[in-house]
């Protein structure tokens, strides 16, 4: 029942906003950032990745992981912007506390999925960016990419050496990845994913067709080490230019682009191969875009 049982739902609703606890920042960023994953995740159709549709390439994933994996990430999240807000500049001692929280969000997401990587490269980009958000809430999505580039320039003490999927990859084909991304403050969301995404919903495309536009933009200009992993230079450069190909045909919101669209898609699962690091620079953009306003 309401609240106010002798006033009308007009009334009400004009109350509520005032009665609404304010929360604080770092709920907030945490909020975007998860909504970001959600909205990636839920996303449909991307090429390669786990979407409403199906799988994609991945066997070991569904959607409703996804979404268990991106809740988990919450107190993470939360604790990431709190720690800027706390050191309130970038240094060491910010940077060896992030890595500590990156560490322990990986450690929530394994728990939470059953030791699948479903955000590895999430937690990365979207904890910098939380954190750089933090430091100065009003700043544009330039000026926090930066920010967020500068962090992730500082080398964490503590890091362990791991030898991941990205770091063979660096070594075997010479790419850089997720690390080199991040310290040149993330050129593949602000330079493509970004403006496809403005460009498209100018333009007339939905918000869905703009965001799978946006996620093309990403993919035909990033040396994602996923498809790297798995594919090699030949499944990369087949997607780069398959990506490109939707949007040269007119994107997903022309039925020209969404028949390129589906056999990009075809040739993906083909490869067997998924665009992860574009997904996670996908969600990037989906922060930075509502994240200035909050
Ligand atoms: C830098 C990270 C991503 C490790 O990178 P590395 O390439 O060695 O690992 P891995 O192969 O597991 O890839 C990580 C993921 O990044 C994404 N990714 C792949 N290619 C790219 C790319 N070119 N650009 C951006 N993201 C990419 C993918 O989702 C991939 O799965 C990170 O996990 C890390 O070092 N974490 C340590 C904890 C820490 O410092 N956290 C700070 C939190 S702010
Ligand atoms: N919708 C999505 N579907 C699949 N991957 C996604 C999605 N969104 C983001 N990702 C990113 O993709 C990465 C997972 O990709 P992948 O499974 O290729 O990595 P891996 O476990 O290192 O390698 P592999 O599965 O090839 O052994 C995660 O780190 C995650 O951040």
Same mark, same amino acid.
């Given at each position: 029942?309401?609240?106010?049982?002798?006033?009308?739902?007009?009334?009400? =609703? &004009?109350? %509520?906003?005032?009665?609404?606890?304010?929360?604080?920042?770092?709920?907030?960023? #945490?909020?975007? $950032?998860? *909504?970001?994953?959600?909205?990636?995740?839920?996303?449909?159709?991307?090429?390669?990745?786990?979407?409403?549709?199906?799988?994609?390439?991945?066997?070991?994933?569904?959607?409703?992981?996804?979404?268990?994996?991106?809740?988990?990430?919450?107190?993470?999240?939360?604790?990431?912007?709190?720690?800027?807000?706390?050191?309130?500049?970038?240094?060491?001692?910010?940077?060896?506390?992030?890595?500590?929280?990156?560490?322990?969000?990986?450690?929530?997401?394994?728990?939470?999925?059953?030791?699948?990587?479903?955000?590895?490269?999430?937690?990365?980009?979207?904890?910098?960016?939380?954190?750089?958000?933090?430091?100065?809430?009003?700043?544009d999505a330039m000026?926090?990419?930066?920010?967020?580039?500068?962090?992730?320039?500082?080398?964490?003490? =503590? &890091?362990? %050496?791991?030898?991941?999927?990205?770091?063979?990859?660096?070594?075997?084909?010479? #790419?850089?990845? $997720?690390? *080199?991304?991040?310290?040149?403050?993330?050129?593949?969301a602000l330079e493509h994913g970004l403006p496809q995404l403005r460009r498209s919903r100018a333009s007339g495309a939905s918000e869905?067709q703009a965001r799978v536009d946006a996620l093309l933009a990403i993919?035909?200009?990033?040396?994602?080490?996923?498809?790297?992993?798995?594919?090699?230079?030949?499944?990369?450069?087949?997607?780069?230019?398959?990506?490109?190909?939707?949007l040269?045909?007119?994107g997903?919101a022309?039925?020209?682009?969404?028949?390129?669209?589906?056999?990009?898609?075809?040739?993906?699962?083909?490869?067997?191969?998924?665009?992860?690091?574009?997904?996670?620079?996908l969600?990037a953009c989906l922060?930075l875009d509502k994240?200035g306003s909050?």
């Amino acid at each position: 029942m309401s609240a106010y049982p002798n006033l009308s739902a007009a009334a009400c =609703a &004009a109350i %509520r906003p005032l009665r609404r606890p304010q929360l604080c920042l770092a709920d907030q960023l #945490a909020d975007v $950032a998860v *909504e970001a994953l959600i909205d990636e995740a839920e996303l449909s159709p991307k090429p390669g990745l786990v979407d409403r549709r199906s799988s994609g390439a991945h066997s070991d994933m569904t959607l409703a992981l996804m979404h268990a994996s991106a809740l988990a990430l919450w107190p993470c999240l939360r604790q990431m912007a709190e720690a800027a807000e706390y050191h309130s500049e970038i240094g060491l001692p910010l940077r060896a506390e992030l890595g500590r929280l990156g560490r322990e969000g990986e450690a929530a997401m394994l728990a939470t999925t059953g030791g699948v990587n479903t955000h590895r490269g999430a937690i990365w980009a979207l904890g910098l960016l939380v954190a750089a958000q933090a430091l100065q809430p009003k700043a544009d999505a330039m000026a926090v990419a930066a920010r967020a580039g500068r962090i992730a320039l500082i080398d964490d003490p =503590a &890091a362990p %050496r791991q030898s991941s999927h990205g770091a063979q990859v660096r070594q075997r084909y010479g #790419a850089s990845g $997720a690390r *080199e991304q991040a310290q040149q403050g993330f050129p593949a969301a602000l330079e493509h994913g970004l403006p496809q995404l403005r460009r498209s919903r100018a333009s007339g495309a939905s918000e869905s067709q703009a965001r799978v536009d946006a996620l093309l933009a990403i993919m035909a200009a990033l040396s994602d080490t996923c498809v790297l992993w798995r594919a090699g230079p030949q499944g990369l450069h087949q997607v780069q230019s398959g990506a490109r190909a939707v949007l040269e045909a007119g994107g997903s919101a022309t039925l020209q682009g969404r028949r390129r669209l589906r056999q990009l898609d075809a040739q993906l699962l083909q490869l067997n191969a998924s665009p992860g690091g574009a997904a996670d620079l996908l969600a990037a953009c989906l922060f930075l875009d509502k994240a200035g306003s909050l």
